[in-house]
């Protein structure tokens, strides 16, 4: 039994720190977060220099096949900067690729998605706003071998500036009969439309789908046949975005502690009153306590282990609830100047905002947990 | 990361779970007397009893592992307790084995391994609870004996205890608030010692007050240096584990709770299928994986030899949560028959939902684990 990370996950963190720290502090995260695109292509290409793009990718696609355990220590730190990127966008599709593609497709896509020449990105999400197969509307319109898409894909990550979608669309009225097909920027009837956030470092878009040629080569694996694969992407999304929520969460803990440690009231560091310090403790007991779940749901995915959609909805109903919380108190608890578009604690009060909804909320884990329990009685 | 267990490890669970399944074959009640005193010599014989114990002392020298697996497996089965005497088991023999000379040793280790005699702890008095540090009970050596002097409450099992652990106060002139305080081992049928228990609001008698009036105690039976009363009670309290065993009692209590919600209604459906209820379920359920892979976290940091600090305090905090909200949810399911005395299962929820204190109270409370983490963990200023 070890429940800790090895030498080589303790240096990649402290890599990942070093590069981060140097080249993304929150004054250039506040810059970027201006910009049109929202992230730095220089910094991007220097990630995928590092290896990082790769991590999860196999060595033979030029990655360095590493497992979802040594990608939560990137992305925990990538969210303890709000690193705008790409990046679990591009590791998502990679991922499915990985999961489901043909050789061929492996052989096209993940050296280039490893390398950064290529931001690759996941639509699912549709208007009704579900996460579960029956919410995938898109129908394909059987066309030759291929199918054409029409409609409306929406909070895909990093769409606009994604050269590839990992597109999911629906085969027939079966609740499964669900495809996954690649879509590649520049097709014809496709258009892009960035939808700003409520979080400047976290870019989405809705994605418009105007009668848009799938060829067969395009499709990942069987076409009606995907939906385990779109389930395992949904896992994988949760983990990811609940990696990145612990390094947020613990950094709005760390600047209220701060902050609560030098602001003097009352003649006394506010952090000796007990109204400050004790929801300060409950925020810390429960980045602890959803950083644990998520070490075990990341460990389930790598072992491709049966409790894993359970590992991974608790770490994500637990992250959800509690980081929105967090977000609130860090931002009470400065007082006044928590308000300030100068202070920081108010990016990770939005960073919560997005973290919530994304690859589902508390509710929505909360029932499948429940509905696992029960029907396993 | 690796959660799999090694080949060693997993012959020792196996030799758990063998010996449960030929003791507690599924069916057997596991509460009449001719069997709790079977299967209390035959854990003792494996060395179950004080497993975590040197075996020079007659402990079973497992190692932190096997500790782990061997509460877990007992856990899951719902088994009784490995020994009978809680608090000798729990922290009083920790600490005699710390701090106890080999006379000591003797003397009382063998009777805590064999259920001898039950041991009580008097700390909390009625001023001092929260802030143990500030007691008064008062000791004043007399040759080779101390005279003690004061009240002790909320002290649990005393009415049925030979021995007790007690903390005094030998030097009131001392510096610090923890200096002067001395830990002594009391017979309870001391001249000079009365008990009195005291009804809590389940309606049963759990603890007691303990008055003592010129007790006279032998200074062989001081344990630990004079003074250093506060080092010998706080090291002992550290040798709770990271409360894996904990997390499947609360397991067993979150099943109960499902069966409980499957056969109650509400609405005119089954409480299960009700939204509001199954989240909550999933939430309690949610919160109990925590702490066991918290527990983890900690685990794997003691084996390496790290100390845990104040991370227990993460568990108790959710523990302490847990056992009030499981309870009041059950009640809350059972609808008006809820708030009856014996209407359901004969009472057992409304027993559960009113004993909370033993956990949430007993314990340290959560009030005091919040400061712990605040102070020692984030540095904020003491107040
Ligand atoms: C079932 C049960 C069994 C027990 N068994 C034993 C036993 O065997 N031996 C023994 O010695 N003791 C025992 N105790 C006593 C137990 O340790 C104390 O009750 C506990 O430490 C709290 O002390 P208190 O009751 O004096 O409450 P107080 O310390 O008076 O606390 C009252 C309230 O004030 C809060 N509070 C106190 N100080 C602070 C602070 N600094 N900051 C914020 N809030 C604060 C507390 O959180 C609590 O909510 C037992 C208690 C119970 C309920």
Not at chain 2, 269 to 278: E, K, M, T, V, Y
Request: overall charge negative; proline content about 4%.
């Amino acid at each position: 039994m070890n429940f800790g990370f090895t030498d080589e996950q303790e240096l990649l963190r402290q890599e990942v720190r070093k590069v981060l720290d140097a080249q993304a502090p929150m004054a250039e995260v506040r810059r970027l977060a201006e910009t049109p695109e929202g992230f730095s292509r220089e910094l991007w290409k220097q990630m995928g220099e590092l290896g990082w793009l790769g991590l999860t990718i196999p060595e033979a696609h030029g990655g360095a096949g590493l497992g979802w355990v040594d990608l939560v220590v990137l992305l925990e730190e990538a969210g303890r900067s709000l690193l705008p990127s790409p990046l679990i966008a591009t590791t998502l599709a990679a991922a499915t690729i990985a999961d489901a593609g043909s050789a061929l497709q492996q052989a096209r896509w993940l050296p280039r998605l490893a390398d950064g020449t290529a931001i690759g990105s996941v639509a699912v999400l549709e208007a009704g706003d579900r996460l579960d197969p029956a919410g995938i509307q898109m129908r394909g319109a059987p066309v030759g071998d291929g199918w054409q898409l029409g409609g409306e894909k929406r909070a895909v990550l990093d769409g606009a500036a994604a050269d590839l979608l990992v597109v999911a669309f629906r085969t027939g009225d079966g609740a499964e009969d669900i495809a996954l097909a690649l879509v590649e920027r520049g097709a014809a009837g496709l258009r892009i439309e960035s939808t700003p956030s409520l979080d400047a470092t976290q870019r989405v878009a809705r994605v418009h789908f105007d009668a848009v040629a799938v060829l067969p080569d395009a499709v990942l694996g069987t076409p009606g046949r995907a939906a385990p694969v779109l389930a395992r992407l949904l896992d994988r999304g949760a983990v990811a975005v609940t990696a990145e929520a612990v390094g947020a969460a613990e950094q709005a803990v760390r600047l209220t502690v701060e902050y609560a440690k030098q602001r003097v009231q009352f003649g006394s560091p506010i952090g000796r009153f007990q109204g400050v310090k004790h929801p300060l403790a409950e925020m810390y007991v429960d980045v602890e306590s959803f950083r644990s779940l998520l070490y075990y749901a990341a460990w389930c995915l790598d072992e491709g282990d049966a409790e894993t959609t359970r590992a991974v909805s608790m770490a994500k109903a637990y992250a959800s609830e509690a980081f929105s919380r967090i977000g609130i108190d860090g931002v009470q608890l400065h007082g006044g100047v928590g308000y300030t578009w100068e202070y920081d604690i108010q990016l990770y009060l939005k960073r919560s905002k997005w973290v919530r909804p994304t690859f589902g909320d508390a509710d929505f884990h909360y029932d499948r947990i429940a509905r696992i329990r029960t029907e396993a009685a | 990361m690796d959660f799999h267990l090694t080949p060693d490890e997993q012959a020792f669970r196996d030799e758990v779970r063998a010996f449960l399944d030929e003791l507690l074959p599924p069916g057997r009640h596991p509460s009449d007397p001719e069997f709790l005193s079977t299967w209390q010599r035959r854990v003792r014989e494996k060395r179950w009893v004080g497993f975590s114990w040197p075996r020079e002392v007659g402990g079973g020298g497992g190692s932190i592992m096997q500790q782990v697996i061997l509460k877990e497996e007992m856990a899951k089965r719902r088994a009784p307790a490995l020994g009978t005497c809680f608090m000798g088991l729990a922290w009083v023999g920790p600490a005699i084995i710390e701090y106890g000379t080999e006379a000591q040793k003797q003397r009382f280790i063998p009777d805590i391994l064999d259920g001898k005699v039950q041991w009580c702890t008097g700390y909390s008095e009625p001023g001092s609870g929260s802030d143990l540090a500030s007691l008064q009970c008062r000791a004043v050596r007399d040759g080779d004996h101390y005279v003690v002097s004061g009240q002790k409450i909320w002290t649990s099992i005393a009415m049925w205890s030979q021995w007790m652990i007690l903390l005094v106060r030998s030097d009131p002139a001392a510096q610090g608030k923890h200096d002067g305080i001395t830990c002594l081992l009391v017979e309870m049928d001391s001249p000079g010692l009365t008990v009195r228990p005291i009804r809590n609001m389940s309606g049963t008698s759990i603890f007691a007050e303990v008055f003592l009036d010129d007790v006279r105690v032998p200074i062989e039976q001081r344990l630990g240096a004079e003074g250093e009363g506060w080092k010998v009670t706080v090291s002992a309290l550290a040798h709770e584990r990271s409360s894996i065993a904990e997390v499947e009692g609360l397991l067993r209590k979150l099943d109960e709770l499902v069966e409980l919600a499957r056969a109650s209604t509400k609405n005119g459906r089954p409480a299960l299928d009700d939204d509001g209820i199954r989240r909550r379920i999933a939430r309690f359920e949610t919160r109990i994986a925590a702490m066991r892979m918290n527990g983890m976290r900690f685990l794997t940091k003691q084996l390496k030899g790290e100390p845990l600090g104040a991370d227990t305090s993460i568990n108790k905090l959710h523990r302490a949560a847990l056992e009030i909200e499981m309870g009041d949810l059950a009640l809350e399911i059972q609808g008006s028959d809820g708030a009856l005395e014996k209407e359901i299962d004969g009472g057992r929820w409304q027993r559960f939902a009113l004993s909370w204190p033993e956990v949430v109270i007993g314990g340290g409370t959560p009030n005091i684990q919040r400061n712990i983490i605040a102070e020692r963990v984030l540095g904020l200023p003491k107040d």
